[in-house]
């Protein structure tokens, strides 16, 4: 089935599974979505809800002989899951990168950074040494480092956690990308910088005309920058919707809990944060029907079965619950499947 040309990135359907002594374990089950051109898409939830499986799968990185990735993933209207590796190679660094999550250790130790931004730049795009540093330097100045100069001729070590991600930002823009995955990239980061971090990537669609999948855990940094939100749990997609949609009313119980467990900004302050009870499951052994479901405060018996996607409007949300019974529960904390029951 062809793509919708409009479209950067058409995910359908994708699957990532390991093989395991006990059994396949599903890491990515059924993730569909796209992203538009110059759009920021955030990818949301809790570790090992599969974010980084997802990105990590785009680019063809899962190299584990026990790997199994299905799905289609259409990249300009090419599918790279069937992408012979050469062409798959040509196009990691070039229109595609990726910034990783530690910038310590995706920075080559026994290179300086200027060099490594270099070879990046040759290895894509060809011409001259000269004409690749001098890149090199523009790229540092626009990600708001003050000596580019110097900075160029140092080894990573010699930089701060700062420092560190604004230069993959810079590697990662080398080759004038159409998409960029970013996977936390303001983790450690203290405040500031982190904020820092979050206008430089909001500034690349302008600057660079490029795309964003965004991985994080954190909603604040969604809220910052995100056209689009992904809700992930369980290694599935349990809500999708437009930021400001899924800030205003979010449909899933899992997307309560996240937004339940952040401070307000306005009106009383609660003498007790809500929490999520439990812990994420293993993949290994997640519960038959709704992964979220030993968790949820609204589960009942409809929930034993894995509940179908619905859509309202241009939003997807995969729950049971009704419009009234989100409408009821949603603020009820105190509600549990009994209130479902009497509400069905």
Known sequence: MPSDPSLLLDVRDLRVSFRSERGLVRAVDGVSFSVGRQEIVGLVGESGSGKTQTLLSL??????PNAIVEGEVRFLGEDLLRLPRKALQALRGGKIAMIFQDPMTSLTPVHRVGDQIVEQILAHKGGSRRAARDKALALLEAVRIANPTAVVARYP????????????????LSCDPALLLADEPTTALDVTVQAQILDLIGRLRGDFASSVILVTHDLGVVAEVADRVLVMYGGRVVEEGLMDEVFRDPLHPYTWGLFDSIPPLEGPRPRRLRSIPGNPPTLSSLPPGCAFGPRCRCRFDACSISPPVQRLGNRRFACYLSASQRATLRNAPNAGAAAVEGLS
């Open 157 to 172: 070590h010699e930089l701060s956690g700062g420092m560190r991600q604004r230069v993959l930002i810079a590697m990662a």
């Open 59 to 64: 680019m063809g990185l899962i190299d584990d």
